[in-house]
């Protein structure tokens, strides 16, 4: 079989549009995570990666939230019941924290690429 000159340019158009549709498709999203720390009167973002302590200040006092290397919790808050503190640690993205006494809310934000068998 010979390959006409038109054939050329189809598969020259048909690799360019692939190509195309690539970079159109890549997001840009390099797979990070930040954390956003938000209080009634202040936001914080930090990678999630970071090792930091925020103290947060809200209408009945301070919250105390830390950041480890993963993994997101509420240390302590002046609230009654003390449910941000049980909330426990948060590592996965769209996973939140709050404490709505103290209107303080943490959350975890981005995606993560993974590409696993099932995507294929």
């Not at 009167?41 to 990666?49: E, G, Q, S, T, Y």
């Amino acid at each position: 079989m010979k390959l006409r000159p038109l054939d050329f340019a189809a598969l020259f158009l048909a690799l360019a549009a692939v190509g195309a549709v690539a970079v159109v498709y890549d997001t840009g999203d390099d797979g990070s995570l930040v954390v956003a720390v938000e209080g009634a009167r202040n936001a914080w973002l930090f990678p999630v990666d970071a090792e930091e302590t925020v103290v947060v200040p809200g209408p009945l006092g301070n919250t105390v939230v830390n950041i480890d290397k993963g993994s997101v919790y509420v240390v302590s808050s002046p609230c009654a019941n003390q449910l941000c503190v049980a909330q426990g640690k948060i590592h996965l993205p769209g996973s939140l924290v709050s404490c709505l006494p103290n209107r303080v809310v943490v959350t975890i934000q981005g995606t993560r690429n993974t590409v696993d068998g099932g995507t294929w």
